[in-house]
């Protein structure tokens, strides 16, 4: 069950159409496949895994990507089979989809993006999904997918072990006209990203020039999907995809308003990143890991992932059990030069329970426990050292996540 998972409610973006079907790709005879297809003004940017086995469809975005300048007309989204560590037939494979959605929609194929999410080693079924695209394509040149459900659709069907789908909005004023961000995501597990989540994408209506949309991007994922773990695994298809379908307001670095879009993009994003944690498989608890007083922003991100991932550390938080000791031993291990142990402090919620070196005068494992018994924890670590901070978003270990995780293929 997710963890306070209540997002802002979603808006659609003008120039995104969807086709969402259940073309068999999954047994249970759910959605599985998803469609986008975007306005002919539309500006692309992309962040990916960095992972060194990356699945064949990640290989063949950043193709694409590469040889269209973010001119990006169609994206094609699986879920229930990764499509990764299946070499060069999978590769083949997913360029083929790439075709065979290009013709179908009369776009160039390096226009379209792959996308596949599920199982990793298996080849896609090749039959599936060629008429799976085919019915997707029919649905598009049929009918206009641009309606609520039709995005509330699209975010269940990129889910895999999520229990609920994550898609939000926010909106801003420029040059006087509303300006629309609307995002979704899908992610459970398999999550520290590493220049990207699972599988996000996030629309607005602006005109966004592609090079002041791929800063913006690589900029706002830094402080939101790349500040979450659930279990230090990244995947190998990790994918953030950011498109500006270009029939709205003109924005970009050189504009006033540039900031005000810029705040808004990072609350969807970070609602989103959030989102995932919250929903993270076997979730009881959502941990903030804030640290601050670092001497840059890496170090202070390195000190909250070595306390959000580590496996002491989140049994302690779904056992509610106050043991500070786990949090010291986390911290001590971060591969940060010269931590003065006297100079941090370390606080669970106002509660002060680590400073100058001991165990803080007046902190009691009763009064931790009761901010461990919350559904939400804040642990505040100040180092001492300087001015940079960072926070990491993470949840507790639970017997469940084990379930999910050793049943996952069953």
């Not at 992972?51 to 269209?68: D, E, L």
């Not at 190998?236 to 050189?254: H, Y």
């Amino acid at each position: 069950m997710a963890v306070n998972l209540n997002l802002p409610a979603a808006v659609p973006v003008a120039g995104v159409e969807w086709a969402t079907l259940a073309s068999g790709i999954k047994k249970d005879g759910v959605t599985d496949m998803v469609v986008a297809r975007l306005a002919k003004s539309a500006t692309t940017a992309a962040v990916f895994t960095q992972s060194a086995f990356c699945a064949a469809p990640v290989t063949v975005c950043r193709r694409h990507m590469q040889q269209n300048s973010g001119a990006v007309r169609a994206l094609l989204i699986n879920s229930g089979n990764a499509n990764a560590g299946t070499g060069e037939p999978g590769l083949t494979m997913a360029s083929g989809h790439c075709d065979a959605l290009a013709n179908a929609l009369e776009v160039p194929s390096m226009s379209v993006l792959p996308f596949s999410t599920g199982v990793i080693g298996q080849l896609l079924p090749d039959d599936i999904m060629r008429q799976g695209i085919e019915n997707a394509a029919t649905t598009l040149n049929s009918e206009t997918g641009t309606t609520l459900s039709h995005w509330q659709d699209a975010a269940r069907g990129i889910m895999t072990t999520d229990t609920h789908p994550k898609l939000t909005s926010q909106q801003v004023t420029i040059n006087g006209s509303v300006v629309t961000i609307t995002g979704m995501a899908k992610g459970a597990g398999m999550i520290q990203p590493n220049m990207a989540t699972m599988l996000s994408y996030v629309f607005t209506d602006a005109a966004v020039p592609a090079s002041d949309l791929d800063d913006v991007l690589r900029e706002v994922a830094d402080r939101t999907f790349n500040a979450i773990t659930v279990d230090s695994d990244t995947s190998t298809n990790d994918s953030l995809v950011l498109v500006a379908t270009g029939v709205g307001e003109p924005v970009g670095e050189i504009h006033d308003e540039w900031l005000a879009f810029k705040a808004a993009l990072t609350h969807v994003c970070l609602d989103l990143a959030q989102g995932i944690i919250r929903d993270a498989e076997g979730a009881t608890k959502f941990i903030s890991v804030n640290v601050t007083g670092g001497h840059d922003v890496a170090e202070c991100k390195c000190v909250g992932y070595a306390v959000a991932n580590s496996p002491l550390v989140k049994t302690a938080m779904f056992a509610s059990d106050a043991n500070v000791g786990r949090l010291l031993m986390a911290i001590g291990k971060a591969d940060v030069h010269s931590l003065d142990a006297a100079a941090i402090t370390v606080s669970l919620g106002d509660v002060v329970a680590f400073e100058g070196a001991g165990i803080a005068a007046g902190y009691t494992e009763e009064r931790g426990a009761a901010v461990m018994a919350k559904d939400e924890i804040d642990i505040h670590i100040d180092l001492g050292r300087g001015s940079a901070e960072a926070s990491i978003y993470t949840s507790d270990l639970s017997h469940e996540y084990v379930s999910i995780n050793a049943d996952y293929r069953s």
